[in-house]
Every structure is written in C-alpha cells, then in structure tokens.
C-alpha cells in the first residue's frame, strides 16, 4: 500500500457520459498529479494541484477538469467520454514543500476506465 | 510534447548479466531526474534518483548515470534478476514543477 488511494479501481461507461476519479494523497503529502497511461503508452502528464491551487497543466483535454480540495483530496472529472479516453488514470502525491527541492511522486494503483 | 524520450520499448537480457535502460531529454531546465518501477497491475514506484548537479548516483544493484552535455541519462542494473522484469520509466522534473515521463521500457529477465 503506498499511501496513495484511487478510486474506483474499475470503470465502466458509455460514451457521452461523465465521470469522477476520486484520489486522496499520502498523509502530508501536498501535491497531486494526474498521468493517462493509455494502451501500450506512457504517463501522460495531466495536471498538477500543490496545495489547492493548480500549479502546472500538461496535454489536459478541455472536456477534462480536476479540482483539489481543502482536505487536499482531488477528483479528476472526464467529461463527454469518448472511445479513446479509455486508459489507465494515475494520481501521484509528494510533499513538493517550497525550499525542499525536487520531489519524488508516490503513485496509486490507477483507476482503469474502459468507455464503450 | 516528448520532452522524455525512452526508444526502446523492450530490453530482454539474461539472469546475471547487466540490464543498461536509456533515456533522452530535451528541457534543458530539468534538473532532477528519476526512474521508476512499474508491475502489472500497480502503480509505478520509485527506484533511483539523480540532481543534475551529480553524474552517477548508485543504490545497491541499481546505478543512474547522468550526461547533461548529451542530455542523456542510463540506468545499469547489476546483476539483473528475474525480479527485476518490469516496465522502467524514467521521468524528469524542473525545480518545483510537474514531472515528465518517457513511454517506458519493458525488460525481461530471463533465468
């Protein structure tokens, strides 16, 4: 277990319809990320939330949007799902505090979306 | 945008011998790079690291090497073992900023 929770693990839908990935970080951590790992593909970098605040955007469709609340837990909302958001959907934490210098993520176990 | 590029998507190498996974960048404001372990059905995890201020950094089996006039960085593992058959990404961050991933090479270790 790394601390970091994903749910849910397993995802169904059709497309058209909209979804929530839900991610509560490692305790203390203060960043979240969001990677799309697709079939046979990378992590794709999402989106990057320190402490509430949005701090870096990555290849993020605009049918796609991602919120970090005060508890520091985040959601991932995907939208008008088509055929090709199906993938795997990471949330990554780290402490990421101003002055400690780089970061090392702690991943969850990912949240597979299959859209049919 | 392929900032982090891993070109081989598959390594295959005997028990024993030396498994070398490469990685090539091309943000020249990276200054932390990292590889991480991925098993089937988890999530990545992370391995080693290494400050651009340093050109080799060495835990145990597993060593990074860093050449920045090449933007290049390689991960040795000596000696492999069929434990280490996994998918390896290697990943790249700015100061404070999001992290870059490559696409990931699959090495298999073969007893």
């Known amino acids: 277990d790394s601390g970091v929770t994903q749910t849910p693990k397993h995802l169904i839908t059709a497309t058209g319809q909209r979804v929530t990935l839900r991610c509560s970080p490692r305790?203390?951590?203060?960043?979240v990320y969001w990677y799309q790992q697709s079939l046979d593909q990378g992590l794709q970098f999402l989106i990057q939330?320190?402490?509430?605040?949005?701090?870096a955007k990555g290849n993020i469709l605009e049918r796609f949007s991602a919120q970090q609340f005060p508890d520091l837990h985040s959601e991932l909302n995907l939208s008008s799902l088509e055929l090709g958001d199906s993938a795997l959907y990471f949330c990554?934490?780290?402490?990421?505090?101003?002055?400690?210098?780089?970061?090392?993520?702690?991943f969850g176990a990912g949240s597979r979306l299959t859209v049919l | 945008d392929q900032q982090v590029k891993q070109n081989s998507p598959s390594l295959s190498v005997q028990e024993g011998r030396i498994s070398i996974l490469n990685c090539d960048y091309t943000?020249?404001?990276?200054?932390?790079f990292l590889w991480y372990k991925k098993y089937p059905a988890e999530g990545p995890t992370f391995l080693i690291s290494?400050?651009?201020?340093?050109d080799k950094n060495e835990d145990g089996r597993f060593t990074v090497f860093l050449n920045k006039s090449a933007k290049h960085l390689s991960l040795h593992i000596v000696p492999s073992q069929p434990g280490d058959s996994a998918v390896y990404f290697c990943a790249a961050s700015a100061m404070y900023n999001d992290m870059r991933f490559g696409a990931g090479t699959r090495l298999t270790v073969k007893p």
């Open positions: 290494i400050s651009s201020i340093k």
């Open positions: 943000n020249s404001m990276f200054d932390y």
């Open positions: 939330y320190y402490n509430g605040e949005e701090r």
């Open positions: 990554a934490s780290s402490v990421n505090l101003e002055g400690y210098g780089a970061n090392v993520l702690t």
């Open positions: 305790s203390g951590d203060l960043s």
